[in-house]
C-alpha cells in the first residue's frame, strides 16, 4: 500500500495494523513506522505495470512449471554461470535462451501453458541446443510436460520429459523426471526446492535436488535465491560445495 501524508511525503510497505489513533507500516526502506491517521491524507494500493514478482514464479532452480505467462511479460535470470531470458510472445506462450558467460552451450526454450482451473496448470515445453562454438555437431533436446497445483504464491509440480543427446553421429536418450515445490514462508520470503531424476539406466541413473530459499523484492521488481545442491548417484549422496545463486529481473 501507498500511504501520503498531509506534507506530502509518501510511504510504501504492507500496513500491519491500524486503530483510530495511528497505522503500523512496515516499509522496504525504513522498516516499520508509527503514522498518526490525523497525518495521513491518502491511503491507496501500490500499482506497478507488468506481473512484478509473482512473474518469477514460473520457475524454480533449474525447471519450469505449468504456471502461465502473458503477453508482453518477459524476466532476465543472471546466475553465477551465466545469464538467461525469457518472453512472452502470446498469451500463454513464451521463449526463452539460456547460456553461460563463455556461450557455451547454447539452449534455445519454447513454453505452452494450459490453464485447466484456477489451482490446475499444465506446460508443455521443449529445450534444444549445442555446444555452440565448441562443437556445433554436439547437440541435445528435452521434451516435458509439467502438472502444477496451486498459484504463483504457493505451488507443487510434477514434471516428465524425454531427453536426448547426439555427437559426432552417437547418441543417446532417457527419460527425465522433476518434482519441485515453492512455498510461501512470509510475505517477501519464500521455500523452493528443485530436482531431477536422470533415468538413464544401470548405473547411469542420477538425481539432483536443490532447496533453498527465494527473497522476493517487489519494489524493486527483483527476486534473489540461494541453495545448496545434493547429488544422488551410485548410492551414494554427495554434497556441491558451491551454492546455486540466482537473481530474477522484470524486463
Known sequence: ???????????????????????LIDTD????????????KEIRPYEVSGRGTTLFSTRYFLTTNGLSMEKGDKYGMLNYYGPEIHFAVADNFSL???????????????KYSIKISNKVHLGLGLLAGTLSWADFSSAG???????????FHNNLTLSGGF????SHGEGGSAPL?????????????YFVTDSFIYLGGGSSNFGVIVPGVRIMRPQKR?????????????GELMSVPFPFVSWFYEL
Not at 8 to 21: A, L, M, N, Q, R
Not at 96 to 110: D, E, F, K, N, Y
Not at 143 to 149: D, E, P, Q, R
Open 163 to 166: 531427453a536426448g543427446i547426439t
Open 96 to 110: 526463452g535462451v539460456m547460456t553461460t558467460w563463455v556461450a557455451m552451450p547454447l539452449i534455445g526454450s519454447a
Open 141 to 151: 533436446y528435452l521434451l516435458y510436460g509439467s502438472l502444477t497445483f496451486g498459484d
Open 222 to 234: 527483483s527476486s534473489f535465491q540461494f541453495g545448496f545442491a545434493a547429488i544422488a548417484a551410485e
Open 29 to 40: 526502506n525504513l522498516g516499520r513506522l508509527y503514522i498518526p491517521l490525523h497525518e495521513i
Open 1 to 23: 500500500m501507498v500511504v501520503l501524508k498531509n506534507d506530502g511525503s509518501t510511504f510504501t510497505g504492507y500496513i500491519i495494523s491500524k486503530d483510530e489513533h495511528e497505522l
Open 177 to 189: 523426471l522433476s518434482p519441485a515445490c515453492l512455498i510461501r514462508m512470509g510475505k517477501n520470503f
